[in-house]
C-alpha cells in the first residue's frame, strides 16, 4: 500500500484519521462494553444480530477503499456472518455465545496488521482467500435456513398461544 506524502512531508498513515478511530469507538462498543450481545438479547428474531452487523459495514468500506485488500475485505466479512450466525441460535444461547465472539476486535486487529505490513497477517489473508470464500458461502447458507428456523418456531409458538 502507497501512502501519499502530505504537504509537510510525512505520510499520512490511514491509522491517523477520524475513520480508522471510528472503527476502534465500534470495535470498543460492540466488543469490550457488549453492546453485540445486548442488542441481541432485547431485539428478537435475530433482528438485534442484523443490527450490529450494520456496524461492520465502515470495516468493510475501510478495507476496501482505504487498505484496498480483496482478502482483508472477505475475512472481515466472513467474520460478520460467523457473528450473525452465532447471534441466530435460540433461547438466548447465540446471546450467551456472542459475548465470547469478537468480530470488531479481530477485524481491527486484521486491519492493523494489513496496514502496519505485517507479513504474516497479509500471507495468511492471501493464503486463506479460497477457504474464506467457502466459509462465507457455508455461513450464508446456514444463516438463511437458521433465519427459516427461526420463523418458523415463531409461527409454531404463536399457534400455541392463540
Same mark, same amino acid.
Given at each position: 500500500?502507497?501512502?501519499?506524502?502530505?504537504?509537510?512531508?510525512?505520510?499520512?498513515?490511514?491509522?491517523?484519521?477520524?475513520?480508522?478511530?471510528?472503527?476502534?469507538?465500534?470495535?470498543?462498543?460492540?466488543?469490550?462494553?457488549? /453492546?453485540?450481545? #445486548? +442488542?441481541?438479547? *432485547?431485539? @428478537?428474531?435475530?433482528? !438485534? %444480530?442484523?443490527?450490529?452487523?450494520?456496524?461492520?459495514?465502515?470495516?468493510?468500506?475501510?478495507?476496501?477503499?482505504?487498505?484496498?485488500?480483496?482478502?482483508?475485505?472477505?475475512?472481515?466479512?466472513?467474520?460478520? /456472518?460467523?457473528? #450473525? +450466525?452465532?447471534? *441466530?441460535? @435460540?433461547?438466548?444461547? !447465540? %446471546?450467551?455465545?456472542?459475548?465470547?465472539?469478537?468480530?470488531?476486535?479481530?477485524?481491527?486487529?486484521?486491519?492493523?496488521?494489513?496496514?502496519?505490513?505485517?507479513?504474516?497477517?497479509?500471507?495468511?489473508?492471501?493464503?486463506?482467500?479460497?477457504?474464506?470464500?467457502?466459509?462465507?458461502?457455508?455461513?450464508?447458507?446456514?444463516?438463511?435456513?437458521?433465519?427459516?428456523?427461526?420463523?418458523?418456531?415463531?409461527?409454531?409458538?404463536?399457534?400455541?398461544?392463540?
Amino acid at each position: 500500500m502507497k501512502l501519499k506524502p502530505t504537504l509537510s512531508g510525512k505520510t499520512d498513515l490511514p491509522t491517523d484519521s477520524r475513520f480508522y478511530h471510528t472503527l476502534q469507538r465500534i470495535a470498543r462498543w460492540m466488543d469490550t462494553y457488549y /453492546l453485540d450481545p #445486548i +442488542l441481541g438479547f *432485547l431485539l @428478537p428474531a435475530g433482528i !438485534g %444480530d442484523f443490527v450490529s452487523a450494520l456496524m461492520a459495514i465502515p470495516f468493510i468500506v475501510f478495507s476496501l477503499f482505504v487498505a484496498k485488500s480483496i482478502p482483508l475485505t472477505l475475512a472481515i466479512i466472513n467474520h460478520t /456472518l460467523w457473528d #450473525i +450466525l452465532i447471534g *441466530l441460535i @435460540p433461547f438466548f444461547v !447465540g %446471546d450467551v455465545l456472542d459475548v465470547f465472539s469478537r468480530p470488531y476486535r479481530r477485524n481491527l486487529q486484521l486491519i492493523e496488521g494489513y496496514l502496519a505490513g505485517d507479513k504474516s497477517t497479509i500471507r495468511h489473508l492471501q493464503k486463506h482467500v479460497a477457504i474464506t470464500l467457502f466459509a462465507i458461502f457455508l455461513c450464508c447458507t446456514l444463516i438463511y435456513f437458521m433465519f427459516k428456523a427461526v420463523l418458523w418456531f415463531g409461527d409454531f409458538f404463536m399457534e400455541i398461544l392463540y
